[in-house]
């Protein structure tokens, strides 16, 4: 399989890594040209277990989505207020990667998002593949969290 990660930091750098060792095609993008530098340069996650090798670094969105069968979108939902995650990140991916797919392309929200986001953002766009599939992990054991999971949701409603 292809699979697309958008947002190489702290969840998106070792899922990545995991699905590339996995045996997938991956291909990662990330919004920062510093960080896309210094993963073309060799910086490693200090993550156990997480090995970049395999993973192929585009420069656009529309690059990864051309390469890819699935995206899963793990940017950032800063605090805008206490309490009140900002999803506009999130948003404007989905939004992006809507525009460059033709239909058809599954994208799985893997950013914290609020209850009814993923829904709303399907009514939005009028597709039916924009799915929700949190993860918990906690820092130091990322890989292992994300191949051991205490429980594993994909949905939408």
Do not use: K
């Not at 599954?106 to 950013?111: D, G, V, Y």
């Amino acid at each position: 399989m292809r699979i697309g990660v958008i947002g190489l930091g702290r969840l998106g750098y070792p899922m990545a890594c995991m699905f590339s060792q996995n045996g997938h095609a991956v291909y990662g993008y990330d919004s920062s040209v510093e960080r896309t530098q210094a993963l073309r340069s060799g910086w490693t996650s200090p993550e156990p277990m997480c090995h970049f090798d395999g993973v192929e670094l585009v420069d656009s969105i529309e690059a990864l989505v051309a390469a890819t069968d699935l995206a899963f979108v793990c940017v950032n939902t800063p605090e805008s207020e206490p309490g009140v995650l900002d999803c506009g990140r999130v948003a404007d991916v989905v939004r992006q990667i809507d525009r460059a797919s033709s239909g058809g392309y599954t994208i799985a929200i893997c950013s914290t998002v609020m209850p009814g986001g993923c829904r709303s953002l399907r009514e939005e766009l009028g597709a039916s593949d924009v799915v929700a599939s949190p993860v918990w992990i906690a820092l130091g054991s990322v890989v292992h969290d994300l191949t051991h999971p205490p429980v594993l949701l994909l949905g939408c409603d």
